[in-house]
C-alpha cells in the first residue's frame, strides 16, 4: 500500500505571493491534517479535514487554509506569504478522524526569499 | 535532508546500549500519548503509543512509561542500533481529538559504534 504523498517536495516563493500544497492520503484514510515544522516553533497542528469537513485548526492565521476534496487528497493554501512560512509543511493520514495511527507523508519544504 | 531542528537536546548512545528519551507533557488533561521517530529527509513514524489508563507499554525493543503525577514521558530503546539514529518526538493529544497532536520539542538520538 502507497504510503502518504505530499507534492512539491520543495517550493521557493517570494514573500507575497501564494502557495498551494497538495497532499494524498493513503488509500482509504479519510482524515487528512496538517502540521508546520520549523527549527523554533517545532511540529505545530495546523487543521485536520475529514469527510470534506474542517474538524480541528490550530493556532494560525486565516493565511493559512485548506480543503479536502471527495477523493481524501487535500491542499492547504498559504496567501501573502511571509518569511516566517519558511518551514517544513507535513501531512498525516488516518483511518477516521480523532482515533488511530496517523501516517505522515515526506513534507514539503517551502522556503520564503 | 531536512534539518528538523538546530538546537534540539541530543542523547549520544553507544551501540548496544539502551537508550532513555525523556518528555515532559504540558495538558494534564491529555490522555493518549504517542513517541514519534523522525529521520533526516521523512516525515515523522509512529514508535509506540499509550493511554492514560496505563504507566508501561511495551513494544520490539521499545519501553513507553508514563508518570501522569509529574507530567513525565519516557522512551527505552533496548539495544539501541545505529538504525535508530534519529529525532524522536512526544505527541500528546485528547481522546477524541487524535488528529491533532501537540508536540514536544524533541530529541536527537545518536547512536555511536
Known amino acids: 500500500k502507497a504510503g502518504v504523498t505530499q507534492t512539491p517536495r520543495y517550493l521557493i516563493k517570494t514573500r507575497g505571493q501564494q502557495v498551494t500544497l497538495s497532499c494524498s492520503p493513503i488509500s482509504g484514510h479519510r482524515s487528512v491534517s496538517w502540521y508546520q515544522q520549523t527549527p523554533g516553533q517545532g511540529l505545530q497542528f495546523l487543521f485536520e479535514?475529514?469527510?470534506?469537513?474542517?474538524?480541528n485548526k490550530g493556532n494560525f492565521p486565516g493565511r493559512f487554509s485548506g480543503r479536502q476534496f471527495s477523493n481524501s487528497r487535500s491542499e492547504m493554501n498559504v496567501s501573502t506569504l511571509e518569511l516566517g512560512d519558511s518551514a517544513l509543511y507535513l501531512c498525516?493520514?488516518?483511518?477516521?478522524?480523532?482515533?488511530?495511527?496517523?501516517?505522515f507523508g515526506p513534507g514539503t519544504r517551502l522556503t520564503v526569499t | 535532508g531536512e534539518s528538523v531542528g538546530l538546537h534540539l537536546p541530543t542523547l549520544s548512545v553507544q551501540e548496544g546500549d539502551n537508550s532513555i528519551i525523556n518528555c515532559a507533557y504540558s495538558n494534564s488533561a491529555s490522555d493518549y500519548f504517542i513517541w514519534y521517530k523522525q529521520e533526516s529527509g521523512k516525515g515523522p513514524q509512529f514508535i509506540i503509543d499509550?493511554?492514560?489508563?496505563?504507566d508501561k507499554r511495551q513494544g520490539q525493543r521499545v519501553t513507553v512509561l508514563l508518570n501522569k503525577t509529574v507530567k513525565h514521558l519516557s522512551l527505552q530503546i533496548a539495544a539501541t542500533q545505529p538504525g535508530d539514529s534519529a529525532v524522536y518526538f512526544c505527541?500528546?493529544?485528547?481522546?477524541?481529538?487524535?488528529?491533532?497532536?501537540?508536540f514536544g520539542t524533541g530529541t536527537r538520538l545518536q547512536v555511536t559504534l
Open positions: 505527541a500528546e493529544t485528547l481522546t477524541g481529538t487524535a488528529s491533532k497532536l501537540t
Open positions: 479535514y475529514f469527510s470534506e469537513t474542517q474538524r
Open positions: 498525516a493520514s488516518s483511518l477516521f478522524s480523532g482515533v488511530g495511527e496517523q501516517y
Open positions: 499509550i493511554r492514560s489508563n496505563m
